[in-house]
């Protein structure tokens, strides 16, 4: 919690600062062994055309804006496991396509490090999830409309 009067008018304008940002960011396509290096500065989750994925935006130290969609289970595994911090440094390496010892699938191999977590901001994503993928049910009673 943050101390202090609020400012709307910073606060908004951080928002827009970020939503320019985010509209300018170039798509993390890695090639085997490619790093991303940076500071982790928005978290959300997108409904697309592959179902509910997890986005994640990165400045690197070159003040690149980075976009890492988080679609290959792989990934959002790795964000269930570590929770990056929005703020905090992280590091994602792609190992490349790699074969299943289960004799299933090949896959596609991600590594991920963060400076901090937050498990509190990703349980709530986690459940606004859960909430979204609800059946809706119609009692056929009320107007659905």
């Known amino acids: 919690m943050t101390e202090g009067k609020w400012d709307p008018k910073a606060a908004l304008a951080a928002e827009i600062e ?16 490619d790093e991303l290096v940076g500071t982790l500065i928005d978290a959300a989750k997108v409904h697309g055309k592959y179902g509910i994925q997890k986005v994640l935006t990165i400045r690197d130290d070159d003040d690149q804006v980075w976009t890492v969609w988080c679609g290959p289970k792989v990934l959002d595994n790795l964000l269930s496991d570590k929770k990056p911090k929005v703020g905090a440094g992280i590091m994602f390496k792609y190992g490349g396509k790699q074969e299943s010892k289960s004799g299933g699938n090949a896959y596609h191999s991600y590594y991920m490090t963060c400076q901090d977590s937050d498990p509190e901001f990703w349980a709530g994503l986690k459940a606004a999830d859960r909430e979204e993928r609800a059946p809706v049910v119609y009692d056929g009673l009320s107007d659905p409309f």
């Open 18 to 33: 970020l939503q320019d940002e985010k509209s300018e960011a170039t798509t993390w396509k890695p090639d085997e062994g």
